[in-house]
């Protein structure tokens, strides 16, 4: 049986802007972790406040100089979320069509929160929309009842929320406790294509999402950003795929690269850091026994010169092309 306290209010008044949800998320878990049982409510109650903390801030009619009050309390087993505003215009819940930039977010509310409303300020100007949140049964992992495209749905809002691609992962993984479907979500929000979602999951399967350990959703969502399972591959031009096949030439004429050096500059090429990539080919050097200096050094130049011509050139291409020039003189 869920175990609580005497109801205890929390209260706190932020600025009207974007950049203070963040913050109020923040004041959500400092408020839960001081509280018996308060990760059980954590993960939709973090959804929840932000989609309403949002939609106060970029929908409501209240002049801009007003703050936004959130207040937290536990009674009986439920968490009360408020966020009260200076506005009067109360959220009604539609259906966007497709072509629909705002409306999601009440949908989401809606589908997550046991209930939710808004009403009137007593004694005051403006209005407060409220959500109740059951907590997270205890005894069992939950079962997700969302199908695929529905966890999709809820990562592209943590996405749009702010929220990194780590942290998107570690709160749909101990959502629904399953590792897999939670990366699969996140790929597919962040548009990489299923084939490509299907193939980098495969390659860490075994070693990160097989055996997930309880409580290593943010270590697990970590490692996966920094292997490179959420980056979003770039659309190249020819000019640009150019310059990534004179970058292969040269890492084969380097005569031997380290595991780490070449897995940075896969990550690069997909995300078409191609400036990158080349400062970093540029401070390397080919092997002194098996590496080809000839080779590496004229095709790095090529690319560079490549480069240069790209409108907004980086200023530093043009030393790394200057060095690598050097480096072709010599031999």
Known sequence: MLKTHQPRVFVARLDSRTESTPLARYLLRAYLAGMPSGE???DTAELLLGELFANAVQHSDAPD????????????SRLRLEVHDAGTDHPTLHTPTPDDEHGRGLLLVDRLAERWGSANRPGGIGKYVWALVAP???????ESPEPPMHLTTLAGHALSRGRTRADTYALLARRTHKPVPSARAVCLALTIPLAETIRRLDECHDAL???PRAGSETDTGELLEALGVFDVPASLTDTE?????LFLTA????????????HGLHRWFTTGNLTAAYLSLAAARPMPRTGNP???WT??????ELLTTALNADTRIKYALTHCRTQAARI
């Open 136 to 142: 997270r049964p205890s005894s069992s992992p939950p």
């Open 299 to 304: 095709t790095l130049v090529t690319a560079g």
């Open 294 to 296: 000839a080779t590496y």
């Open 251 to 262: 890492i084969d004429a380097m005569g031997g690269i380290r595991p780490g050096h070449q």
């Open 209 to 211: 999402l097989a055996n």
């Open 241 to 245: 795929h150019a310059v990534v096949e």
């Open 65 to 76: 100089d007003c703050h936004i009050e959130v207040r937290f309390t536990v009674t009986g």
């Open 40 to 42: 059980r409510y954590r």
